[in-house]
């Protein structure tokens, strides 16, 4: 017998023909003998309806309010699912935010979990009752329902998981697992068996939107094994899980791309101490997140061109703080370009294997592909380049670390 | 300054548009220096669509579960309401059932109100914050979502202002008070200024739909002012009170009646002692409530016809009891007539005047009408008659007893 959790997202429980389907799903686990833990989102296009009448009731919602309004999305969902599994014969019931708790922060409208009670859900798993947790949504300060910020279900389901302790959370949603890349890209990705949790962050925050940010790093913290999985097939998933469990690891395990990316440069900059942080600290207080940084070599020892990527929504204010720094800065000249992309080699193998910068920028030079920025992390290369190179790069890297299907 | 309490229907906030006038229209109260606590139902429409998902659910969808589902239609016109407010700069915040708390009985789908706790709204007011309570939920035992029944809304409003004390509960609503009677059918009726509680709880009971019998029942051993008013027109309306609050009682302040009736007639029914019970036990335990009762004078001295009436809608049932008794009973035969209306002249004044049923009848008599049943209460005569004869009746005795508007 084991503990699950399954989360099921706005389109696994759009319409009521579908909370049947995942009812049945979820029988399937407790017949085999598992004490069960659902957690749903709001049905498809709900959230966005209630978003749209807080945007209509006021021109800046009060967040605690628009909390309110909003989760009432996954507390239908999760009470029609209690509903749906009793028909079938499955003891069941619904738990909101609040009646758990899930205690998060104040910051309503992306609320951080700090607690999970679980005393009542294991009382109800000795009773062999399924409980249905409204996901996204918790109980702030002074007792106020909270939100964790779209796509957070994923990090209730988490969060439960580890507060159960759980042996898998199974995230059930509309792709199958996680690629090595973009199969609308590349016709050869493969589906990945596991991944580790290192390696699924880089490539949720290069864009690879299948699990939110913040549950990787939950379940990273908490050791939890996700399992990412279609809701519509039948069949195994990829594991998100740790280092330790994936026996033999590749050195690559995906390509990721990144097209949210703008790119600005200072021409002749004076090249004295103290330059960088006269730029970036000013970026940082208008809230303009950088990202990949490059200062040329000084030709004449007394100036240097800087070049940083910015997410492409932030480069008119970063313009702007520039610009009106002028004076305190000293440079010749800004050049920006929105028109760029990154595209990144992930894998926790090249830690300990040399090479993968190489063999990427050789890959990319064979197609004729220029470089303009590069960075490295640990588990990570990037590299910026023009946005109408990307699928060619994408398919060339794929290709060049032996990720393609046969 | 006064506290009020204002409540609006699901016509009222069914767009958003309504919703910003009824937030201009809290805005008028507060600014004229009173404290307000404001009562919502779901958009209209938005109750049925929840309870048509719970239907589809499940063949027998869980009370529990039915309530957290459809609790939360008044969670998000309270949230949106408080949105509504503040953008027109009147500070205010929403408050769930749960989180007051209304403390409701556990019968989930028809549960009692049993307190409502004030201290946190008090400590609103104290802030110049206007409270938006979602109506019609509150929370039962072990923490767990009810709902207070359809049209609880108006109870969640009562019991809200005997619970802050407050000066008036109004009711805003699709109509604009409370008439002398069914202003379809007598074009001369009169909108009522003043209505006592007993009056208004008969012509509730009797099929006069503007205000839930329980929330007058409430407001009438709490004392608590009701008044019912248009939300569309802005004058007032009909104030529910206690009788010292009328200076002038009319005899008779209204005429009602009600279509959901049928008669069953048992033709020489022994006239011995229990011959009653006998009839009536069973159809009280097969849940059918009986109304009007009558038995005729012996005319050998060994049998009695009896008639009764019942709801129109357990007819078939009470008719299945009765012939199941046959021989117990021991009658000679059961006639039944669907096709029957009470008419009823209702007011308070009747206690201390002598004669309204006589002027009554002789109203009935004058237009051809032939009174099938009677019965009668302190403040209230009510007759049976054959349906085709509603309308000339309601009109004979809304002139009768001086009604008539000028």
């Given at each position: 017998m084991a503990r699950l959790v399954m989360k099921f997202g706005g389109t696994s429980v759009a319409d009521m023909e579908r909370i049947a389907h995942v009812a049945a799903r979820v029988k399937r686990e407790v017949a085999a003998g598992n004490q069960v833990a659902v957690v749903v989102s709001a049905m498809a296009g709900a959230t966005n309806q209630l978003v749209a009448y807080c945007n209509q009731a006021a021109k800046l919602p009060d967040r605690r309010e628009y909390d309110v309004v909003v989760a009432s999305g996954e507390q239908v969902t999760s009470g029609l699912l209690a509903l749906a599994l009793q028909d079938i014969g499955v003891p069941a019931r619904s738990w909101m935010g609040w009646q758990l708790p899930v205690t998060t922060s104040?910051?309503?409208?992306?609320a951080r979990i700090l607690d999970v009670g679980a005393e009542a859900l294991e009382a109800g798993f000795e009773r062999g009752e399924v409980a249905v947790v409204a996901g996204f949504q918790g109980v702030g300060p002074e007792e106020r329902i909270t939100t964790l910020g779209r796509g957070g279900s994923d990090t209730s389901a988490v969060a439960l998981a580890a507060a159960i302790h759980a042996e898998r959370c199974d995230i059930f949603t509309d792709v199958d697992g996680v690629y090595t890349t973009d199969p609308r890209i590349v016709a050869k990705a493969r589906k990945l068996d596991r991944v580790t949790y290192e390696e699924m962050l880089e490539m949720a925050s290069l864009g690879a939107k299948v699990l939110q940010t913040r549950s990787v790093e939950l379940a990273m913290v908490h050791n939890v094994r996700v399992q990412v999985l279609s809701s519509f097939e039948d069949r195994p998933g990829t594991l998100v899980c740790d280092e330790g469990e994936i026996v033999e690891q590749e050195v690559v395990s995906g390509i990721a791309y990144s097209k949210d990316e703008a790119k600005i440069t200072l021409i002749r900059v004076a090249d004295k101490p103290g330059v960088a942080a006269s730029i970036f600290g000013p970026l940082a207080d208008a809230n303009v997140n950088v990202d990949m940084i490059v200062q040329n070599v000084s030709e004449d020892g007394r100036s240097t061109d800087m070049t940083f990527t910015i997410g492409r929504a932030e480069l008119e204010r970063a313009l702007q703080v520039i610009n009106s720094l002028k004076e305190q800065i000293g440079f010749a000249q800004i050049l920006s370009d929105a028109n760029v992309v990154k595209v990144s080699v992930i894998g926790v193998g090249m830690r300990s294997h040399a090479g993968v910068a190489s063999r990427m920028f050789r890959a990319l030079a064979e197609k004729g592909i220029n470089i303009q920025v590069i960075s490295t992390s640990e588990i990570k290369v990037s590299v910026l380049i023009a946005a109408e190179y990307t699928e060619l790069a994408v398919r060339a890297l794929h290709t060049a670390f032996g990720l393609d299907a046969d």
């Open positions: 104040g910051a309503h409208g992306s």
